[in-house]
């Protein structure tokens, strides 16, 4: 890394212009030996593109991409000129400061320099400098402004006493690279000053990096020296950076207003009353900078020129980093970031401007900033992106954040936030013996947790959940592997960690959805006992009901829920048709999806209000915004219970135009909940649930008792049964399935049946048996060309002529885009179709239903989609067929006009949303519904068509 000397300052030198300055600067380079002696011709190059300029009296002349392989040993040499230097547009420089580099090494130096361009008549201080002690002193002993920002203000957190108190300080401090790892340590050595107010002080200047005060508040109240400690003032200190604050500090405690701190709950209000960093909440992009020496002098100064032409606040940071933007408009700022190739600047930009200035800087990045670039590898490939540091900052109270209803409903609670828990350990240990009481008793302690939610739990899934972590704690195959490890000298954390995550990745390895979960179970037991023996506190439930916070859920942390303990279910990532939200909907939990990873930094127990009836999320509520929607829930209650009242009578629209209403099953068992729940026939079998309940596949007679109940229990009802379906997200363990790198467009539905034509004939030769006279309709999933349709239909039809069945139907599963494009051929063959939206979402919009960020924008309201829909049940209409939804979208409270508009004859929902589905329809008259969905057809995007279908 690149310092400041001395030796590479020359003193009292003069130049008449700015030609002679850079001819001088040139030889002082060439005799130093950094450069070869073309290096002049570079100066003047880049001098002409646009001046090195930088403010404060000091210019970075510095050489073009083009002459780098002239720079023998990156370095700089500083000129003094006392005299002044006209660099153009009349700037005096007083101070140049060549740079040779042949790569971004110099970015440190320059960000180093720019810390000291804030200062006042630098320029004047440099001209009068008499030694080159005094430029390096000037240089880099400006002061450093205080750091204070939301990602140094930590309240509610769970802490027992002062010193565990002290030790977050002192981590918000290291986190943000003001402090060292002794920081705590020498913080805990100083005499801690009582403020008033429960509020106290510390500070100390040794291991401290830059200047920077964090303010952290207990979860409960705690008593210290016999006073209360309600918060605690950390300030890593250097230099007089925090006299203004604390004078600030002492105004607002004079005046009695220590509760401002004392009570805070929300970070913003900590920081406007010191006068902080405030978080912006603008729109903001993320764009790769690709430029190979990182963002020096050139692009940052092309960058600047960008951002000032546009009529507004624009800012930037590195991604991730939890540092605060600085203003793109400035040029030092910029080059204050150090952002080399490879981090991702993001920019964040004024709302009046956002829309214009955000793609325009995205694109100048893209670009290279006016250099030659080459494309970044892809991620795991050589080069490395910065790892997204720290989780980001909470939303702040009373903010509300817009995220993708996936399960409807109101749901009021305390967050209990579920992320990964770090955990730092030695490897080594203290001795064989020690380590393995220490395990000993970190297991007992375990085991003691474990069982008391058993005794607790009031579900039997959980409870055996539970029961089986226990065994895993008593496995003895692990217990051996660790004491070998404990023997060989390893710390008790290193040796279960290490044992745990390979008996886990084994698991894995073996491709069996069964193994992988009990490899989720493995990790699960495994962080209990880590965060025992690292005394690290797990998230505690709260013991009323709360909102579930996690990263992403599967859908067997779904299936997992306690329901009377999980209000609500809250997401960072995730979209409404990946399998978990589907399960949310058939448990009845309402779910807010995909509402971004600030979510994860809540703090334990905050407010939350999950509106997922209309997509947002309310942190720490005001009582006014609470009552609201204890009122909207109270309606939505009022409403479900007259819906639930009239849920046996038909589906009919005021105009008199009647919908069937059916069920989606994920299980034969749940038929009968169906039916007491109004369904008017079981729309959609999903029959692989079937299969999956099974260690093997099911011979004839299994299925046939399953799909005969099923008929049994609809009592002459209709019972589409779609063939089974699976591949892609949903494998069968004892069918294995080749690794494939796309599973979505791979081997799945009918594809993967047609491969294997003896499972299709034992399901369809099952359902047919079970028929009998019972209406009987099956469906074929994934079809994407008529092939496929016939070889299905052909083998139906076979086995009908040896199997008689008196009310079959025969159709497919519309859920690829080119069976819709298709259906005026196909409706000529089929007798019906069910429009699968999830899938025909996922394959019209090329976004991957469950992926972790994009599936959000997966919206079956669409256009693209409507209008395949609308395809659809056209051409089936023109050959007298019907046409179902049996996707997410039909119990979508706000598609289902849309969808009655567009003329489908049967909707197809889980159990639970059957009453309110019919009570929508009866709403409606089909001439209104008509001419919405004609509107919606012709808007441009499903944020149009939401908003269209809102105002209704
Ligand atoms: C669909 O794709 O819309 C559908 C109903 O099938 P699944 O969700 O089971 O893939
Ligand atoms: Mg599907």
Same mark, same amino acid.
């Given at each position: 890394?690149?310092?400041?000397?001395?030796?590479?300052?020359?003193?009292?030198?003069?130049?008449?212009?700015?030609?002679?300055?850079?001819?001088?600067?040139?030889?002082?380079?060439?005799?130093?030996?950094?450069?070869?002696? &073309?290096?002049?011709?570079?100066?003047?190059?880049?001098?002409?593109?646009?001046?090195?300029?930088?403010?404060?009296?000091?210019?970075?002349?510095?050489?073009?991409?083009?002459?780098?392989?002239?720079?023998?040993?990156?370095?700089?040499?500083?000129?003094?000129?006392? +005299?002044?230097?006209?660099?153009?547009?009349?700037?005096?420089?007083?101070?140049?400061?060549?740079?040779?580099?042949?790569?971004?090494?110099?970015?440190?130096?320059?960000?180093?320099?720019?810390?000291?361009? &804030?200062?006042?008549?630098?320029?004047?201080?440099?001209?009068?400098?008499?030694?080159?002690?005094?430029?390096?002193?000037?240089?880099?002993?400006?002061?450093?402004?205080?750091?204070?920002?939301?990602?140094?203000?930590?309240?509610?957190?769970?802490?027992?006493?002062?010193? +565990?108190?002290?030790?977050?300080?002192?981590?918000?401090?290291?986190?943000?690279?003001?402090?060292?790892?002794?920081?705590?340590?020498?913080?805990?050595?100083?005499?801690?000053?009582?403020?008033?107010?429960?509020?106290?002080?510390?500070?100390?200047?040794?291991? !401290?990096?830059?200047?920077?005060?964090?303010?952290?508040?207990?979860?409960?109240?705690?008593?210290?020296?016999?006073?209360?400690?309600?918060?605690?003032?950390?300030?890593?200190?250097?230099?007089?950076?925090?006299?203004?604050?604390?004078?600030?500090?002492?105004? $607002?405690?004079?005046?009695?207003?220590?509760?401002?701190?004392?009570?805070?709950?929300?970070?913003?209000?900590?920081?406007?009353?010191?006068?902080?960093?405030?978080?912006?909440?603008?729109?903001?992009?993320?764009?790769?900078?690709? *430029?190979?020496?990182? $963002?020096?002098?050139?692009?940052? *100064?092309?960058?600047?020129?960008?951002?000032?032409?546009?009529?507004?606040?624009?800012?930037?940071?590195?991604?991730?980093?939890?540092?605060?933007?600085?203003?793109?408009?400035?040029?030092?700022?910029?080059?204050?970031?150090?952002?080399?190739?490879?981090?991702?600047?993001?920019?964040?930009?004024?709302?009046?401007?956002?829309?214009?200035?955000?793609?325009?800087?995205?694109?100048?990045?893209?670009?290279?900033?006016?250099?030659?670039?080459?494309?970044?590898?892809?991620?795991?490939?050589?080069?490395?992106?910065?790892?997204?540091?720290?989780?980001?900052?909470?939303?702040?109270?009373?903010? /509300?954040?817009?995220?993708?209803?996936?399960?409807?409903?109101?749901?009021?609670?305390?967050?209990?936030?579920?992320?990964?828990?770090?955990?730092?350990?030695?490897?080594?240990?203290?001795?064989?013996?020690?380590?393995?009481?220490?395990?000993?008793?970190?297991?007992?302690?375990?085991?003691?947790?474990?069982?008391?939610?058993?005794?607790?739990?009031?579900?039997?899934?959980?409870?055996?959940?539970?029961?089986?972590?226990?065994?895993?704690?008593? @496995?003895?195959?692990?217990?051996?592997?660790?004491?070998?490890?404990?023997?060989?000298?390893?710390?008790?954390?290193?040796?279960?960690?290490?044992?745990?995550?390979?008996?886990?990745?084994?698991?894995?390895?073996?491709?069996?959805? $069964?193994?992988?979960?009990?490899?989720?179970?493995?990790? @699960?037991?495994?962080?209990?006992?880590?965060?025992?023996?690292?005394?690290? =506190?797990?998230?505690?439930?709260?013991?009323?009901?709360?909102?579930?916070?996690?990263?992403?859920?599967?859908?067997?942390?779904?299936?997992?829920?306690?329901?009377?303990?999980?209000?609500?279910?809250?997401?960072?990532?995730?979209?409404?048709?990946?399998?978990?939200?589907?399960?949310?909907?058939?448990?009845? /939990?309402?779910?807010?999806?995909?509402?971004?990873?600030?979510?994860?930094?809540?703090?334990?127990?905050?407010?939350?209000?999950?509106?997922?009836?209309?997509?947002?999320?309310?942190?720490?509520?005001?009582?006014?915004?609470?009552?609201?929607?204890?009122?909207?829930?109270?309606?939505?209650?009022?409403?479900?219970?007259?819906?639930?009242?009239?849920?046996?009578?038909?589906?009919?629209?005021?105009?008199?135009?009647?919908?069937?209403?059916?069920? *989606?099953?994920?299980?034969?068992?749940? !038929?009968?909940?169906?039916?007491?729940?109004?369904? @008017?026939?079981?729309?959609?079998?999903?029959?692989?649930?079937?299969?999956?309940?099974?260690?093997?596949?099911?011979?004839?007679?299994?299925?046939?008792?399953?799909?005969?109940?099923?008929?049994?229990?609809?009592?002459?009802?209709?019972?589409?049964?779609?063939?089974?379906?699976?591949?892609?997200?949903?494998?069968?363990?004892?069918?294995?399935?080749? =690794?494939?790198?796309?599973?979505? $467009?791979?081997?799945?539905?009918?594809?993967?049946?047609?491969?294997?034509?003896?499972?299709?004939?034992?399901?369809?030769?099952?359902?047919?048996?079970?028929?009998?006279?019972?209406?009987?309709?099956?469906?074929?999933?994934?079809?994407?060309? /008529? +092939?496929?349709?016939?070889?299905?239909?052909?083998?139906?039809?076979?086995?009908?002529?040896?199997?008689?069945?008196?009310?079959?139907?025969?159709?497919?599963?519309?859920?690829?885009?080119?069976?819709?494009?298709?259906?005026?051929?196909?409706?000529?063959?089929?007798?019906?179709?069910?429009?699968?939206? *999830?899938?025909?979402?996922?394959?019209?919009?090329?976004?991957?239903?469950?992926?972790?960020?994009?599936?959000?924008?997966?919206?079956?309201?669409?256009?693209?989609?409507?209008?395949?829909?609308?395809?659809?049940?056209?051409?089936?209409?023109?050959?007298?067929?019907?046409?179902?939804?049996?996707? +997410?979208?039909?119990?979508?409270?706000?598609? !289902?006009?849309?969808?009655?508009?567009?003329?489908?004859?049967?909707?197809?929902?889980?159990?639970?949303?059957?009453?309110?589905?019919?009570?929508?329809?009866?709403?409606?008259?089909?001439?209104?519904?008509?001419?919405?969905?004609?509107?919606?057809?012709?808007?441009?995007?499903?944020?149009?068509?939401?908003?269209?279908?809102?105002?209704?």
């Amino acid at each position: 890394m690149l310092e400041l000397t001395a030796e590479q300052i020359r003193m009292g030198q003069s130049a008449a212009d700015k030609s002679q300055a850079l001819r001088l600067m040139a030889s002082t380079l060439e005799t130093d030996g950094l450069v070869a002696p &073309g290096y002049l011709a570079g100066l003047e190059a880049r001098e002409a593109q646009g001046s090195t300029y930088l403010g404060q009296g000091i210019a970075i002349p510095h050489g073009t991409p083009e002459t780098r392989d002239q720079v023998f040993t990156t370095g700089v040499r500083l000129l003094q000129f006392p +005299e002044g230097v006209d660099w153009g547009d009349s700037q005096q420089v007083y101070l140049a400061i060549g740079i040779a580099a042949r790569s971004d090494e110099h970015l440190h130096l320059l960000q180093l320099l720019t810390r000291a361009l &804030g200062e006042a008549d630098l320029g004047e201080a440099l001209r009068q400098a008499d030694s080159a002690e005094r430029i390096i002193q000037l240089l880099q002993g400006a002061p450093q402004e205080l750091a204070l920002d939301a990602q140094l203000v930590g309240l509610g957190l769970a802490v027992d006493d002062f010193d +565990e108190l002290l030790w977050q300080g002192a981590h918000l401090l290291k986190r943000a690279d003001c402090a060292d790892s002794g920081f705590a340590a020498k913080l805990q050595q100083t005499e801690p000053l009582p403020l008033g107010d429960g509020l106290w002080w510390l500070h100390s200047e040794q291991a !401290v990096k830059r200047p920077g005060l964090a303010f952290v508040t207990p979860e409960k109240a705690i008593v210290h020296q016999g006073q209360p400690l309600t918060g605690l003032f950390c300030l890593a200190s250097l230099g007089e950076a925090h006299r203004a604050l604390l004078e600030r500090l002492c105004a $607002l405690l004079i005046e009695g207003r220590g509760q401002v701190f004392s009570q805070a709950t929300s970070q913003r209000a900590v920081l406007e009353a010191l006068g902080g960093e405030l978080p912006v909440d603008w729109p903001s992009v993320r764009v790769p900078l690709a *430029n190979p020496h990182g $963002l020096h002098a050139r692009p940052a *100064n092309v960058l600047t020129h960008l951002a000032k032409s546009f009529d507004g606040e624009i800012r930037v940071r590195i991604a991730d980093s939890g540092a605060t933007a600085v203003s793109a408009k400035s040029l030092s700022k910029l080059l204050s970031l150090g952002a080399r190739r490879g981090q991702v600047l993001e920019f964040l930009a004024e709302p009046s401007i956002a829309a214009d200035a955000l793609p325009a800087l995205q694109a100048a990045v893209e670009e290279g900033l006016g250099e030659e670039i080459e494309p970044l590898p892809a991620a795991g490939e050589g080069e490395t992106f910065e790892s997204p540091a720290e989780a980001p900052v909470a939303p702040a109270a009373g903010s /509300i954040l817009p995220a993708i209803a996936a399960s409807p409903g109101i749901a009021i609670g305390p967050a209990y936030v579920r992320v990964a828990q770090r955990f730092e350990y030695p490897q080594r240990g203290e001795s064989p013996a020690a380590e393995r009481d220490r395990l000993g008793s970190a297991l007992t302690e375990v085991r003691d947790e474990i069982t008391g939610l058993i005794q607790r739990s009031e579900s039997k899934t959980i409870r055996e959940i539970f029961v089986t972590h226990l065994e895993m704690l008593d @496995d003895p195959a692990l217990s051996e592997d660790v004491a070998a490890r404990l023997q060989q000298g390893e710390s008790a954390e290193a040796a279960w960690a290490a044992v745990i995550e390979a008996a886990a990745s084994q698991q894995e390895g073996l491709h069996d959805a $069964l193994l992988a979960e009990r490899a989720a179970d493995l990790r @699960d037991v495994g962080r209990r006992v880590l965060a025992q023996l690292c005394d690290v =506190e797990a998230a505690v439930e709260p013991d009323e009901p709360y909102i579930l916070v996690m990263d992403e859920v599967g859908p067997s942390d779904v299936a997992r829920l306690d329901r009377a303990r999980v209000a609500g279910i809250l997401t960072a990532r995730g979209g409404a048709t990946a399998h978990s939200a589907i399960v949310a909907r058939t448990l009845g /939990i309402p779910a807010l999806v995909g509402a971004g990873p600030a979510v994860l930094a809540l703090a334990p127990r905050t407010l939350l209000l999950l509106d997922a009836e209309h997509g947002r999320l309310h942190v720490a509520p005001d009582a006014n915004a609470l009552r609201r929607a204890e009122q909207a829930r109270s309606e939505r209650e009022q409403r479900l219970r007259a819906a639930q009242a009239q849920r046996l009578e038909p589906a009919r629209t005021r105009d008199g135009h009647e919908l069937e209403v059916c069920a *989606n099953l994920g299980d034969t068992k749940g !038929v009968t909940a169906a039916v007491e729940q109004g369904a @008017d026939g079981v729309g959609l079998l999903r029959s692989e649930f079937v299969f999956m309940a099974h260690a093997q596949a099911p011979d004839q007679a299994t299925q046939e008792a399953e799909y005969r109940h099923v008929l049994d229990v609809l009592a002459g009802r209709p019972l589409v049964v779609r063939t089974l379906d699976v591949g892609g997200d949903k494998p069968l363990p004892y069918w294995p399935i080749p =690794e494939e790198a796309n599973p979505y $467009l791979g081997l799945r539905g009918i594809r993967l049946c047609l491969q294997r034509p003896q499972v299709l004939e034992t399901q369809l030769r099952a359902l047919l048996s079970a028929a009998g006279e019972r209406p009987l309709r099956i469906m074929f999933p994934m079809v994407g060309s /008529i +092939e496929e349709w016939r070889q299905a239909r052909d083998m139906a039809l076979r086995l009908r002529e040896e199997i008689p069945v008196t009310d079959l139907q025969l159709g497919i599963m519309v859920e690829v885009p080119s069976a819709a494009l298709l259906a005026p051929v196909l409706a000529r063959e089929v007798d019906f179709f069910s429009v699968g939206t *999830n899938d025909l979402t996922q394959y019209t919009l090329a976004i991957d239903r469950g992926h972790p960020t994009l599936s959000a924008q997966a919206d079956g309201l669409h256009p693209a989609v409507l209008q395949l829909i609308d395809m659809t049940v056209r051409a089936a209409h023109a050959h007298g067929k019907w046409v179902g939804v049996c996707g +997410e979208l039909a119990a979508d409270p706000h598609a !289902v006009p849309l969808l009655v508009g567009l003329g489908v004859d049967e909707l197809s929902v889980s159990a639970r949303s059957i009453a309110e589905v019919k009570a929508r329809v009866r709403e409606l008259t089909l001439a209104e519904a008509r001419t919405l969905a004609q509107r919606a057809l012709e808007l441009p995007s499903a944020t149009e068509v939401r908003a269209l279908l809102e105002v209704r």
